[in-house]
């Protein structure tokens, strides 16, 4: 099971900075992509970021390329999202979830998915 974890509070002021983290129960993150995906209502689910252990990938999303980075600990099977100079477009439900072995851009391809964490940004 993949779940997620929000630390430093849900709501931040635009221009801050938040961390998610990831953790598996029951997967070896070395066999799956971990991704975070996120999605606000009327809009498709979008993957912002994915790290794959398989062939050392990482993928950031443009939108965030340059304020976000996804980094792993493997002694603690955890997945983490660093989130700088947010924006109030970055408003959203976040999930981490696990596809298998590569990262993909289609959230459909993703099995494994955490409950989500709502991150609020204002200005």
């Known amino acids: 099971e993949v779940s997620c974890r929000r630390l430093g509070g849900g709501l931040v002021q635009t221009g801050g900075s938040l961390r998610l983290s990831c953790a598996a129960s029951?997967?070896?993150?070395?066999?799956?992509?971990i991704g975070w995906l996120r999605q606000v209502p009327g809009k498709e689910r979008e993957v912002v970021s994915c790290?794959?252990?398989?062939?050392?990938?990482?993928y950031y999303a443009d939108s965030v390329k340059g304020r976000f980075t996804i980094s792993d600990d493997n002694a603690k099977n955890q997945v983490y999202l660093q989130m700088n100079n947010l924006k109030p477009d970055d408003t959203a439900v976040y999930y981490c979830?696990?596809?298998?072995?590569?990262?993909?851009?289609?959230?459909?391809?993703?099995?494994?998915w955490g409950p989500g964490t709502l991150v609020t940004v204002s200005s």
């Open positions: 979830a696990a596809a298998a072995v590569f990262c993909t851009l289609s959230p459909q391809e993703y099995d494994y």
């Open positions: 029951g997967l070896t993150f070395d066999d799956y992509a």
């Open positions: 790290i794959s252990r398989s062939d050392n990938t990482k």
